[in-house]
C-alpha cells in the first residue's frame, strides 16, 4: 500500500444535531472510534448526569452558579438553555485543536450550530440526523431507557420545534439504518477535508511539484 502524503490543511468544526433520540450520540461515538483525526468537544451542563454517564467524558457536569459565572466570564464559544438545562461548548479546546489543523466534533443542538456559524463560519460542518419516523424516535427514547416517562414525553413534544430547524444545516441523513448512517456520517467528514480551501498547504504542495526537474 502507498503511505499518502500530507498536505497541511485548517481544522473544521463539525456539528451533528438531531432532535433527541434521533442517534447523534451514537452516531458521534461510532465516528470517533472510526476516525481519529477528529476530537470532541465536551460540553458543560448544569443537567442531572445520566446512568452510565461519566462527568468530563460525557460532559463536564456543573452546578447553575458556575455555569452561569462561566458565561459571564465569556469561557464558552457558545452556549443555550435546552429543555431547562444550560449547555456550553467551552473555547480554550476547540481553539486548540483548530490551530493544531484538527477537528473537532460537536453534538449541539441548533441554537448551538446557529451561533458558532457567527464565529467560524468557513470552518463550519454541519449535519443535520433524522430519525426514520415519529414512531422509532418515541421508540428509541424509551428504549434508551435512560429518562423517565415525563422527561421522554417532553423530548417528544420539542422534536417538531427541533426538526423544523432542519434546512438550516448543510447536510440531512435519516437513521434507519445504523451501519449505513454510519458510513453516511463518515464520508461527509472525509468529503469536507478535501476541501480546496481547507487545504492551506496545497499551493506550496503544488509549486514544489511544478518546480520539479527530470520528469
Ligand atoms: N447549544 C448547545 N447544545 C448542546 C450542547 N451540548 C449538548 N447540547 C444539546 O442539548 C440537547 C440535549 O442533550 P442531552 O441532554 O445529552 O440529551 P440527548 O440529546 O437526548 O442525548 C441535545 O440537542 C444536544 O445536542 C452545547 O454545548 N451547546
Ligand atoms: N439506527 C438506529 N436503529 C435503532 N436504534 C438506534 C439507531 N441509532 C441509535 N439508536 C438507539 O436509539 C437510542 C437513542 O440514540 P442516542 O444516540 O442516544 O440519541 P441522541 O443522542 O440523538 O439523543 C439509543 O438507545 C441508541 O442505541
Redesign the pocket.
Known sequence: MTSSVSIARRGMLFVVS???????????RRLLEADKDIDISISFTTRPMRPGEKDGVDYSFVGENTFLRMQKDGEFLESAKVFDNWYGTPKGPVMTAIEEGRDVLF?IDWQGAQQLAEVVRGDLVTVF?LPPSRQ?LFE??K??AQDSDEVVAKRMSQADHEISHYAEYGYVIV????EL?SRQLLAILHAERLRRRRQTGLRDFVQSMIGEDGA
Open positions: 438531531s432532535p433527541s433520540g434521533a442517534g447523534k450520540t451514537t452516531l458521534s453534538d440526523i422509532a428509541r427514547l428504549n434508551r437513521n434507519h439504518d445504523l448512517a
